[in-house]
């Protein structure tokens, strides 16, 4: 499965960004499908996923951030609002079939996206 992410941009504090996950087929319906992002000289860090129907976030996005999947597109949205500096990173995206105690960790998703940068300007 291939993986492409976009929607990345330039942001003032307090805008939106819609990102998107796209696959090249759709035996991607079946994988849970997580956001992970990375800041510079830091770890990639989980930000949401969607897997079997629910939706998992970090408490750091938690009200501010939405995924949702739409299954005819082969496709994976990150709806983020209330944007930070803080959020400040290079998006990834991740397909894989973690069990729910592994979704946060990066090892679990067998597929990546190439990354989308997110800035926002403080």
């Known amino acids: 499965v291939q993986l492409q992410a976009s929607g990345g941009g330039l942001v003032q504090t307090g805008g939106s960004l819609r990102l998107s996950c796209a696959a090249s087929?759709?035996?991607?319906?079946?994988?849970?499908v997580a956001w992970f992002r990375q800041a510079p000289g830091e770890e990639r860090e989980f930000v949401g996923t969607?897997?079997?129907?629910?939706?998992y976030y970090d408490d750091s996005v938690k009200g501010r951030f939405t995924i949702s999947r739409d299954n005819a597109k082969n496709t994976v949205n990150l709806q983020m609002n209330s944007l930070e500096p803080e959020d400040t990173a290079v998006y990834f995206c991740?397909?894989?079939?973690?069990?729910?105690?592994?979704?946060?960790?990066?090892?679990?998703?067998?597929?990546w996206g190439q990354g989308t940068q997110v800035t926002v300007s403080s």
């Open positions: 991740g397909a894989g079939r973690p069990i729910i105690g592994m979704i946060r960790r990066p090892t679990a998703y067998y597929y």
């Open positions: 087929e759709g035996t991607f319906n079946s994988y849970t």
């Open positions: 969607v897997a079997r129907g629910h939706t």
